[in-house]
């Protein structure tokens, strides 16, 4: 073959390598088993629909095992373009100044069509800062609801408590009754704390619970907090509730053996419990309140974890990103990630899209946690922000074992919870300058 046909084709592989290049950007996340299935599922369903952007999920084991390396590679420069993380750590990624871009700029500056109205009413605000602009994605955003064994209560003769008053009264004394333990909840900090406050319309944090400033104080011992977990107490003597331990496991397991009849969970959970031959029919509805605190219960606010995208790539890499949040907050891409996992669809088109669809229809229990988000909202229901919140969590946790095996009272646990609280909240305060 001569030198001139030799160069021709170089330069023609040259060209043909330029014209198919593709931006490879990478997704570090925390969602194991299924649920990284499906986020597996979602990046094929990217690849394939386009030629300009590869993008790579790698799974980096639990929520604080991700958060910590992601924090580790940004510090060596080597961060991934697109991080998950879960609402504790919010307030950490978001305060490190220069960390990530926010999403409502991102997109903006890629030319892709932004309208924070777009999004479901309790996912709005969780990941924005105090002036509203939203700063990581929602992606598997869920509700805690009230999940219950149909045919318990069908055998107890009593219908799902709309108030803990009901509960107490009638629900539980008839389940106990017909063998059942009548209550059980996973997670205590997030179902029994943050959304007690949001239910009820109390602020959780001074500064706007937290939005509006690192010098914050939070404001859990207060008397209806504390009421409620006198009654717990009560209700756990009297066989009316039963605490399994810390891990979320411990307490939804007893519940899908048939032995309790009512399990506070995530509405992230339907779709695991419909996959399973549970021996039983199950639905489920919305958190209970206290009609004593108050008669016009709000919405609760989203809990699970947002993508962020991290700062010190190249703009190339950044359209990637964008145009990769654009695929994922489609209806169609929005209502895959719904029917499979359990996970509220984040965009009031996607919820349209499984309306029109009939998959309520088909499933009534599934449009649970998209409703109660979208119950009428108050000044203390969008969500919170404070630094060190993983570490606040793991002081509620501490504390309420104690409180639910009688080595402390609740005045002394919250007293505690507040002291130990305010303390992480001032050092994180220092950190931010």
Same mark, same amino acid.
């Given at each position: ?34 649920? !990284? ?5 979602? =990046?094929?369903?990217?690849? =394939?629909? *386009? /030629? ?46 220069? =960390?990530?871009?926010?999403? *409502? ?17 309790? &996912? ?26 149909? /045919?318990?209560?069908?055998?107890? !003769? &009593? ?85 399994? !331990? ?79 949040? $654009?695929?994922?907050?489609?209806? $169609? ?21 499984? *309306? ?30 404070? !630094? ?6 793991? &002081? ?18 919250? *007293? ?18």
């Amino acid at each position: 073959m001569s030198r001139i046909t030799l160069t021709s084709v170089a330069a023609t592989l040259a060209l043909t390598s330029a014209a198919t290049a593709q931006t490879e950007i990478d997704l570090w996340h925390a969602m194991g088993g299924a649920l !990284g299935e499906t986020v597996n599922a979602i =990046a094929e369903d990217f690849n =394939a629909s *386009q /030629d300009e952007v590869v993008l790579t999920p790698v799974f980096k084991g639990t929520y604080e095992e991700t958060l910590t390396a992601g924090i580790a590679a940004f510090r060596a420069g080597e961060q991934p373009n697109i991080m998950q993380v879960f609402d504790a750590g919010a307030a950490t990624v978001i305060g490190a100044e220069g =960390a990530t871009i926010p999403v *409502q700029d991102l997109l903006a500056e890629n030319g892709v069509d932004f309208d924070i109205e777009d999004y479901i009413s309790g &996912v709005r605000y969780f990941y924005a800062d105090s002036d509203g602009k939203m700063i990581g994605m929602p992606f598997n955003s869920s509700s805690p609801i009230m999940y219950y064994n149909e /045919d318990a209560l069908d055998e107890a !003769g &009593v219908t799902p408590p709309e108030t803990w008053e009901e509960f107490a009264e009638t629900t539980a004394p008839a389940l106990a009754e017909a063998g059942y333990i009548p209550l059980a909840q996973s997670h205590l900090p997030w179902i029994f704390t943050e959304n007690f406050m949001s239910r009820h319309n109390l602020p959780f944090a001074t500064n706007d619970n937290g939005y509006d400033g690192n010098d914050t104080e939070i404001l859990v011992n207060n008397d209806a907090l504390k009421a409620h977990f006198s009654a717990l107490t009560d209700w756990q003597d009297a066989g009316y509730f039963k605490w399994y !331990g810390t891990g979320w496991g411990d307490n939804q397991t007893p519940f899908e053996e048939g032995k309790v009849a009512i399990w506070l969970g995530s509405s992230g959970s339907f779709g695991g419990l419909a996959q399973k031959d549970l021996g039983f029919d199950f639905s489920a509805t919305f958190l209970p309140y206290w009609e004593a605190v108050t008669t016009e219960p709000k919405q609760t606010f989203i809990g699970g974890a947002a993508l962020f995208a991290m700062s010190g790539h190249s703009a190339e890499e950044n359209a990637a990103t964008a145009k990769f949040f $654009e695929f994922l907050t489609s209806p $169609e891409t929005q209502y895959f990630w719904h029917k499979e996992t359990g996970y509220v669809p984040i965009t009031e088109a996607a919820y349209e899209l499984a *309306q029109e669809d009939g998959h309520y229809d088909r499933m009534p229990a599934a449009e649970v946690g998209i409703q109660q988000l979208s119950l009428p909202a108050g000044e203390n229901t969008r969500g919170y922000r404070m !630094g060190f919140y993983v570490q606040i969590r793991d &002081v509620m946790n501490r504390e309420y074992g104690r409180i639910l095996t009688g080595e402390t009272s609740v005045e002394e646990a919250f *007293q505690t919870i507040e002291t130990e609280a305010n303390q992480l909240l001032e050092r994180f305060a220092k950190t931010q300058g």
